[in-house]
Structure formats: structure tokens, C-alpha cells
């Protein structure tokens, strides 16, 4: 077995911003990847859901990182990609349509008790999936729903019918 050298895991192997670049151009593709191809569901992460994001950490960490092999490389991405993760939640904050466009919008699910199917199906949500979401708000029947909102980040929110 060799020594460890503690200076050359500190050195860098790839230009600094080469790694900058390559980190942003992989955070903004798989941020458009997440945002506007990926669908939400339904306030939950499968099985499935957690096998993709390991595969495509995997696949986009050799396109970010290139053929680094010393700390600082690593911790010069890392960085690289929580300095753009903060950037936008602050651009997002600070510029209300930039939070339209990064946030999805609330879909329309139940209007006045009538299940609106043809949204169910376009959110891949089943009829199942939506009255346990209901019964968690304590409704049995959708006529007791006035609205049902799928949220931004797959909650379902419910605005109930007055009773009389």
C-alpha cells in the first residue's frame, strides 16, 4: 500500500471552471428535466421515483465532473450546484413571474364535487389515490369538495363546501 499524500487531494485535476461550467450546464438541464418533463405525483416518492434520481445522479455525475479525482474538485461542485439550487429559490422569491415559471402551478382536480377526469389522467393520479388524499382531510364523499388543488409539490389541497 502507498502513502497518502494529503497535498494532491487537495490540488485540483480539472480547471476550476471547467468544473463551474459543467456543473451549471448539468444543473439547469436537469432542473428543465425535473420541471417540465418529469410528472409530479400525487404527495409521495415510489420506489421508482428513488431508482431515477440515483440513475440520473449517476449518469450526470462523469458529465459534471469530467475525470476529477481530488477533494477540491468535488467540493468545487458541490458548491457549484447549491450556489444555483439557493439562486433560484431567492431569483424565485424576489421575481414573481420567475416563480410562475419555476413552480408549478396548482391543477384544478375536483370543482364544485365533480371529479375532473380528463386532469386525473393527464397527472397519471387514480381515483384511489385521490379519495385517500381526501379521507386524510377527513371528506368521504367529493360532494363535500368545493375545490381540490394537486399543489406544486404533489399535495393535494382541499377548500370544502360549506354545509348548510
Do not use: C
Not at 445522479?57 to 458529465?63: E, G, H, K, M
Amino acid at each position: 500500500m502507498g502513502s497518502l499524500d494529503l497535498g494532491s487531494i487537495f490540488d485540483f485535476d480539472v480547471p476550476v471552471l471547467e468544473i463551474i461550467v459543467r456543473g451549471t450546464l448539468m444543473y439547469w438541464f436537469l432542473f428543465i428535466l425535473f420541471r417540465f418533463v418529469i410528472r409530479r405525483d400525487v404527495g409521495s416518492i415510489g420506489i421508482a421515483d428513488v431508482l431515477f434520481v440515483v440513475l440520473v445522479a449517476d449518469a450526470s455525475q462523469n458529465a459534471m465532473a469530467g475525470e476529477y479525482t481530488t477533494l477540491s474538485d468535488g467540493v468545487v461542485l458541490v458548491l457549484t450546484l447549491a450556489f444555483w439550487n439557493v439562486m433560484l429559490d431567492w431569483l424565485s422569491w424576489r421575481i414573481p413571474w420567475l416563480e410562475k415559471l419555476i413552480e408549478p402551478r396548482p391543477i384544478l382536480l375536483i370543482k364544485d364535487g365533480r371529479v375532473l377526469y380528463r386532469e386525473l389522467r393527464r397527472q397519471f393520479i387514480s381515483l384511489d389515490d385521490l379519495k385517500s388524499k381526501l379521507r386524510m382531510h377527513g371528506i368521504e364523499n367529493f360532494s363535500e369538495v368545493r375545490r381540490a388543488y394537486m399543489e406544486s409539490d404533489g399535495d393535494v389541497s382541499v377548500i370544502e363546501r360549506k354545509k348548510k
